[in-house]
């Protein structure tokens, strides 16, 4: 009985991880203050603590804003104000040996942390800016866009 119970429990784990994957959900905000949201599908939502960010999420702030995400592979992302980020692309599936990061900032200050898929697979991560692509080959850098340069 108590195999059973394990079985049940383990499988509605792994429905439940699924199903969160399925639904796009790739991180977590951790810190936001001031004019922070995130634009979805043509939509603008509040962001707050606890918001779940998902794939294609333009993440934004405001003169007064600024916002702080955590990826699920540990990668940190923070947005001074007045910024744009686009999360364009994201995979972490170690069990399937699939990794992909790429991101676009598109206006603002944005610092940059790498998580476990700047350490497994650094060729699979990108940071776009309007006038080049970063590779990330370190752990951790800055970047600013003036909003003129953004599209």
């Given at each position: 009985?108590?195999?059973?119970?394990?079985?049940?429990?383990?499988?509605?784990?792994?429905?439940?991880?699924?199903?969160?994957?399925?639904?796009?959900?790739?991180?977590?905000?951790?810190?936001?203050?001031g004019?922070?949201?995130?634009?979805?599908?043509?939509?603008?939502?509040?962001?707050?603590?606890?918001?779940?960010?998902?794939?294609?999420?333009?993440?934004?702030?405001?003169?007064?804003?600024?916002?702080?995400?955590?990826?699920?592979?540990?990668?940190?992302?923070?947005?001074?104000?007045?910024?744009?980020?686009?999360?364009?692309?994201?995979?972490?599936?170690?069990r399937?040996?699939?990794?992909?990061?790429?991101?676009?900032i598109?206006?603002?200050?944005?610092i940059?942390?790498s998580?476990?898929?700047?350490?497994?697979?650094p060729?699979k991560?990108?940071?776009?800016?309007?006038?080049?692509?970063?590779a990330?080959?370190g752990?951790?850098?800055?970047?600013?866009?003036?909003?003129?340069?953004?599209?």
């Open positions: 009985m108590r195999k059973l119970l394990m079985s049940l429990a383990t499988l509605l784990m792994l429905a439940t991880g699924a199903a969160a994957q399925d639904a796009g959900t790739i991180g977590r905000v951790k810190v936001a203050s004019e922070a949201s995130v634009q979805r599908d043509g939509k603008m939502l509040p962001a707050s603590e606890g918001f779940d960010v998902e794939r294609k999420d333009t993440l934004m702030t405001g003169a007064d804003g600024s916002l702080g995400i955590t990826l699920n592979d540990g990668t940190l992302i923070s947005l001074g104000p007045n910024s744009r980020f686009e999360l364009a692309a994201f995979e972490f599936s170690p399937r040996d699939a990794f992909n990061f790429f991101g676009k598109l206006e603002g200050t944005l940059y942390q998580g476990r898929i700047g350490k497994i697979a060729e991560t990108r940071i776009e800016t309007p006038l080049s692509v970063i990330v080959r752990t951790r850098f800055a970047v600013r866009v003036p909003a003129s340069s953004g599209n």
